[in-house]
């Protein structure tokens, strides 16, 4: 059997039964708060993992990409929410995914686009279902649960597309926030999506779905009444980021970067990885955080483990990840050619640069190789 030993790097590994632990933990939270968990594939886009992810009593899941929605439609996920708004130019692309997946919907904010969902269900017969996206608070898409244009997207669909319901999600959350905080963010998430559907009620709409989440939001959320989801993904894998506001622990990370030590230089204190800007990616969503910044990632041995001294990766390169401020001990400890795991500022980021997966038991064992989707199309 192969294992990590054994492994080109830089490669992505994944932990499943840290994975499966996560996945399980917020579908308990989820029944316990009586909402159905729609997991986010956005981050490990891979059908080993929805398997694990999908919350049986509900069934469905979120994607990103039109790439995702039929990668996963081809697998036979039937209940797929596409939670990005999309042009009209792309709903013939949305025909065909839903030739295989018959509950497959997406997101509108626009009187203009559900008029052209409206036009294209008629003229070509296919029944589009979409959700009224609402903007909570972090105003990168979607409507305002009091703007007089949320009851005039709905009337504009007319009876040949299905309001699934309305979604939202609070980009806001994703700050340096203490858990309560996040709590509060949480209910203004929850107010702002409960609202809309209320006021579309009010109107004569049917609002079955009421779709909200993030992993912060999930997390720490006190109350889920009127909602019938939540939608979360980067849980599933985690990151430092979500570490370091509490929504998971450091040892319920399941997504790792395994690297190669390259490099020393004695005098300036430095160790470099094979495992650089692209393989981490540049994003640095702990910079600002005092006392829990991860830099690029942080080191743990080639099991996962910490080490005794802070090591992270402080510098990037296209394909060399630099570690300062090293110790004598740590040069002993981490020769040319030792193998290390990097732990991930942002686990969504770091993972879109790789086609697979090297899944572990725990060990270092090399158990399965799964195969992700990428691209947008």
Same mark, same amino acid.
């Given at each position: ?13 994944? #932990? ?16 316990? %708060? ?18 694990? %992810?999908? #919350?049986? !009593?509900? $069934?469905?899941?979120?994607? %990103?990409?039109? =790439? ?68 909570? $608070? ?34 806001? &959350? ?5 858990? !309560? ?6 209910? +203004?998430?929850? /107010? @702002? ?10 109107? $004569?709409? #049917? *609002?079955?779905?009421?779709? @909200? ?13 009127? /909602? ?22 450091? =040892? ?10 390259? &490099? ?5 204190? +430095? ?9 981490? &990616? ?38 060399? $990840?630099? *570690? ?20 991930? =500022? ?5 993972? %879109? ?20 989707? =990428?691209?947008?199309?």
């Amino acid at each position: 059997m192969d294992t990590l030993e054994d492994a080109a790097t830089p490669a992505l590994v994944l #932990d499943r039964g840290r994975l499966t632990v996560n996945a399980q933990r917020l579908i308990a939270r989820a029944r316990k %708060a009586g909402v159905g968990l729609r997991p986010h594939l956005k981050t490990l886009k891979s059908i080993d993992a929805a398997r694990i %992810a999908i #919350d049986p !009593q509900h $069934g469905g899941i979120a994607a %990103a990409t039109l =790439n995702e929605a039929a990668y996963f439609a081809s697998h036979g996920i039937q209940d797929i929410q596409l939670a990005v708004c999309l042009p009209p130019g792309k709903f013939p692309r949305v025909a065909q995914i839903l030739r295989q997946a018959e509950r497959f919907s997406f997101f509108i904010d626009s009187t203009e686009t559900a008029v052209a969902a409206a036009t294209f269900a008629r003229t070509h017969g296919v029944p589009l279902r979409v959700w009224i996206e609402i903007d909570s $608070g972090g105003h990168r898409t979607g409507v305002a649960p009091d703007d007089p244009e949320l009851l005039a997207i709905a009337r504009a669909l007319g009876s040949g597309v299905r309001l699934e319901g309305v979604a939202t999600h609070a980009g806001q &959350s994703y700050a340096d926030l203490t858990p !309560q905080a996040i709590a509060e963010v949480a209910e +203004q998430e929850r /107010l @702002a999506v409960v609202t809309a559907a209320q006021r579309l009620r009010a109107a $004569g709409f #049917d *609002v079955e779905g009421v779709s @909200a989440g993030s992993t912060p939001t999930t997390t720490h959320a006190r109350s889920a009444v009127g /909602l019938t989801e939540w939608r979360a993904g980067v849980y599933l894998a985690g990151d430092l980021f979500q570490a370091a506001i509490q929504a998971l622990a450091m =040892n319920d990370i399941a997504l790792s970067v395994l690297s190669t030590v390259i &490099s020393h230089h004695r005098a300036r204190r +430095q160790i470099v990885v094979d495992a650089g800007g692209l393989a981490l &990616s540049k994003d640095r969503s702990t910079a600002t955080m005092a006392g829990r910044d991860g830099g690029y990632g942080l080191l743990t041995d080639i099991d996962g483990r910490p080490f005794d001294t802070s090591l992270h990766i402080s510098e990037v390169h296209q394909e060399h $990840g630099v *570690v300062h401020e090293v110790d004598e001990g740590s040069f002993e400890k981490l020769p040319i050619g030792a193998r290390v795991r990097v732990l991930p =500022n942002h686990a969504c980021m770091t993972a %879109a640069m790789y086609d697979e997966y090297l899944v572990t038991d725990g060990g270092r064992a090399i158990a399965a190789r799964w195969k992700r989707t =990428n691209g947008w199309a």
